[in-house]
């Protein structure tokens, strides 16, 4: 049951930030923003003023193998051991207004799954129950989908600053600073992209991982290890044996395989 509420959840994401680039492509100011469709920690915090500034960051790990040369016989090669997932920092995220603490409770709520400060955990506490103690998975969207930003994440850090209250003591205004972690193989990496970056209709993509080779790959999605020629032709790849891990690959549609590529 919870793995068919997560596809749900996640199906139900995707059309949600397909309709949210379609109304900013259209015309529409909608604001960036941080989101779980996931029932057990479910949220929506908007951003009062949009970034000026993300960052973001992803580092990886090599080492030197020997590869033989047509010249002395062999050479020192750089190969990809770790690639780590990529991090996102948004700074001096601005919130204005009587739901300032709310929004900012919520946050505080995702680093902490199951909790009270948000308001299905409390409802969960309420009863005497913990709904999840996995960091729940959220979307960071600003923007429509691959030309903006649309990323699954979690939180990995929230700093929240209190700078101004009303007579009554409520916050109505805050500066936030988020760090995040991208998810790596998440459905939004399989979104269809502008047909000028190689995403035809009909392609889905996928993120190469450690020991992953072109074969292996078209043997896990069509069954027939012959069809890595088209991946490599389509993606560009003239040196298969250079593949290297947390590269995304473009994988052919089913009508573009012809009877010599899906050998």
Not at 25 to 31: E, F, S
């Amino acid at each position: 049951m919870t793995g068919a509420l997560g596809a749900v959840a996640a199906a139900a994401d995707i059309a949600a930030g397909a309709a949210i680039g379609a109304a900013m492509l259209a015309g529409a100011r909608v604001p960036a923003q941080l989101r779980c469709t996931d029932p057990a920690n479910f949220g929506l915090v908007s951003f009062d003023f949009n970034p000026k500034k993300i960052e973001m960051s992803r580092q990886s790990t090599f080492s030197n193998r020997a590869t033989p040369t047509a010249t002395n016989g062999s050479s020192n090669a750089a190969t990809t051991n770790n690639v780590r997932n990529a991090q996102i920092v948004v700074s001096d995220v601005k919130f204005e207004g009587l739901t300032t603490k709310m929004r900012c409770d919520t946050l505080l709520g995702w680093m902490a799954p199951g909790s009270a400060l948000n308001l299905v955990g409390m409802v969960a506490a309420l009863a005497g129950a913990n709904l999840t103690t996995e960091p729940p998975v959220l979307t960071f969207q600003w923007g429509p989908p691959m030309v903006g930003f649309m990323y699954t994440v979690n939180l990995t850090s929230v700093d929240v600053k209190y700078n101004r209250f009303d007579s009554t003591g409520i916050p109505i205004r805050a500066e936030v600073t988020l760090e995040m972690k991208v998810l790596p193989n998440d459905l939004l990496g399989a979104l269809p992209t502008n047909p000028t970056s190689g995403g035809l209709p009909g392609r889905n993509t996928h993120m190469v991982r450690e020991n992953e080779s072109l074969q292996s790959i078209a043997q896990q999605y069509y069954g027939k290890p012959g069809v890595w020629r088209k991946i490599a032709e389509i993606n560009g790849i003239t040196d298969p044996r250079r593949l290297r891990p947390g590269r995304n690959l473009y994988l052919p549609a089913p009508a573009e395989l012809t009877p010599s590529g899906a050998r």
